[in-house]
């Protein structure tokens, strides 16, 4: 063995012995094992081919609801578009609404509600494989749908809600001035965040996990998500920065798919955490399992496996008589 095979091997013992190390590692693992980043680039692809068609449903009912109401209604245009940091102003401006009212308009509003749920569908599959439901005990057609809206709902309510509430609680000059109303805007946005992915993760879930073993991870990612907000301008920012130079308009777009999947792989990382506390998966090692692992791991299987009585007989006995065998010259083949 050598001098880096011995050095690994004392670093993953170390880690496998301090918890605070064996439990990042084990996410890390698990997160591999299950190949979230592929069930993350799948939300992904989804969620940017619903951002357009749930926004175009959010103009059109706030156009409606909050007609007399222009500040409002901004207000809470602005909280949802302040989700996607640097390219919001730019969908703003390329935004419409549906035409029309009454039924053609209810008509068109379900259809794009319809072709808009594939994000939550691919949610719920990803929270679903990392937790292992099986797909039979999945509800089936209709119900699957109208669980894939209740969670796209769930989420886009929580995001508009967050955005807007934190910049009450910023403007509320007359009763928080300074470092209060930082505070209380954070506050208020770690809470409505809390709530949404703790109920989201209830959803994807079909409510057969229990709460406790969600809450960790609802909280890991409503403090991600805060943070995300506060550095995503200069995530997506430097990521448009680059991806302009070569791809020119095409670049908003590889900014935004870059955005959306940074967020799902975060969240996908904070239900990780919820799996691996609450079945207790570590620690976890991470070198690979080498051959006199395995070859002592079999025989110890074997030895296990034998019968007690086989193994406290004495070597020489005979299964029959109980007698021992007479020695026999290993040259000759003749009892000594």
Known sequence: MNAFVRAGRAADGCQQRWPVLAFPVAVWKRFNDDRAGNLAALIAFNGFVSIFPLLLVLVTVLNIVLKNDPSLHASLLDSALAQYPVIGPQIKSSLGSISGNGLPLAIGAILLLLGARGVANAMVNALCEVWEIDRKDRPGFPMSQLWALGLLFTVGI???????????????????????????????????????????FKLATFFRIPWRDLFIGAAVSAVVWQL??????????????????????????????????????????????????????WPRSLLPATESDTESDTESDSAAAEPAEARERPAGDNEKGGETAPAHDGKTGKAA
Do not use: C, K, P
């Open 228 to 281: 995300l907000q506060v550095v995503g301008g200069y995530v997506v920012s430097h990521q448009l920065h680059r991806a302009s130079e070569l791809y020119g308009t095409f670049g908003l777009v590889l900014g935004l798919i870059a955005w959306i999947y940074l967020q799902a792989e975060v969240t996908l990382y904070a239900v990780e955490v919820d799996v691996v506390h609450a079945r207790r998966l």
């Open 158 to 200: 929580g995001f508009m809600s967050t955005t807007f509430l934190s910049g009450v609680a910023g403007g509320a000059g007359h009763l928080l001035t300074g470092v209060g109303a930082t505070i209380g805007a954070v506050l208020i946005s770690l809470a409505v965040n809390l709530g949404m992915f703790w109920l989201g």
